[in-house]
């Protein structure tokens, strides 16, 4: 082993750690979230809506998140027989000094690993798109939530302008 092989180990189990920790601390949080929605209290059927449905979408974040980190976790099971292509490759070895079974098991080895990265980047994916959903859905909520902030300012102004004009006591 090299000191490539350990450095890639190492950042590999760092990012594994760190993932772990952030999908834990996160989901720790979407559930107590969840949890206090249960209890009552001032907050508006839209915005306990609004919470619900975005602690749902972070602790399903979490999920992936976990699982992204097995699969990068798992990835190492591959390390030994790829680096045993690559070297293969490198060395310009003929394909007719490898027996058909050598040959057979390269191509399965590079399917699977081929497919194996497919998985990772497509849960890498979906948790960007959670989170680009979760951009979205915190726009929409705090544009309503402006309008509406808006709208009472505005009603509030005009009950002030009809109490004033009521109590001028007749003067122009």
């Known amino acids: 082993m090299t000191f490539v092989d350990n450095s890639e180990l190492i950042f590999g189990g760092i990012l594994v750690v760190v993932l772990l920790a952030l999908a834990a601390y996160y ?27 975005q602690a749902w979408r972070r602790l399903f974040s979490s999920v992936l998140m976990v699982i992204l980190a097995g699969l990068l976790a798992g990835s190492v099971a591959f390390t030994p027989s790829i680096r045993r292509i690559a070297a293969a490759n490198e060395a310009k070895v003929d394909d007719t000094e490898k027996s058909a079974s050598e040959i057979a098991e390269q191509n399965l080895t590079k399917f699977v690993f081929g497919v194996y ?33 808006q709208n009472d300012r505005r009603a509030m102004i005009e009950q002030e302008i009809a109490r004033f004009r009521r109590d001028r006591n007749g003067h122009v």
């Open 117 to 149: 990265w497919i998985a990772v980047l497509l849960v890498f994916l979906a948790i960007l798109a959670l989170a680009g959903l979760d951009l979205i859905a915190i726009r929409r909520y705090g544009h309503s939530q402006l309008l509406q902030i």
């Open 27 to 53: 989901g720790v949080r979407q559930i107590q979230t969840l949890r206090a929605l249960h209890i009552p209290d001032d907050r508006s059927l839209e915005e306990r809506a609004y919470s619900r449905k």
